[in-house]
């Protein structure tokens, strides 16, 4: 069973920044992707930033320029750089991992996801 957990959240004031990571129970080169998603009080969870196995990274238009995704694989982490931040952001983040199996005749994608933590970024 994958385990993902995260760490590094907290409460930042506005501009301020934070370090979120990602450990995996196992080789995170086992994903084909890798990914932040936050969720804030009455809204829907959308993906803040990704990484797929092959390196391609993807982010939300509200943290371009602001919000870095990376990976260690040795340490088996995935983290999320986060600068200039914003009351906006603040939200439950989560990590997500992405399996995807070739299950005749089609293609299967299995999620994992990681607790939640939490952030909170103060005006």
């Known amino acids: 069973q994958v385990q993902l957990v995260e760490s590094g959240g907290g409460l930042v004031q506005a501009g301020g920044s934070l370090r979120l990571s990602c450990t995996a129970s196992?080789?995170?080169?086992?994903?084909?992707?890798m990914g932040w998603y936050r969720q804030a009080p009455g809204k829907q969870r959308e993906l803040v930033a990704g990484?797929?196995?092959?390196?391609?990274?993807n982010y939300a238009d509200s943290v371009k320029g602001r919000f870095t995704i990376s990976r260690d694989n040795a340490k088996n982490t995935v983290y999320l750089q986060m600068n200039s931040l914003k009351p906006d952001d603040t939200a439950v983040y989560y990590c997500?991992?992405?399996?995807?199996?070739?299950?005749?005749?089609?293609?299967?994608?299995?999620?994992?996801w990681g607790q939640g933590t939490q952030v909170t970024v103060s005006s």
């Open positions: 196992g080789t995170i080169l086992s994903f084909n992707a």
């Open positions: 990484i797929t196995s092959g390196g391609s990274l």
């Open positions: 997500n991992a992405r399996q995807s199996r070739w299950e005749p005749p089609a293609v299967t994608d299995y999620d994992y």
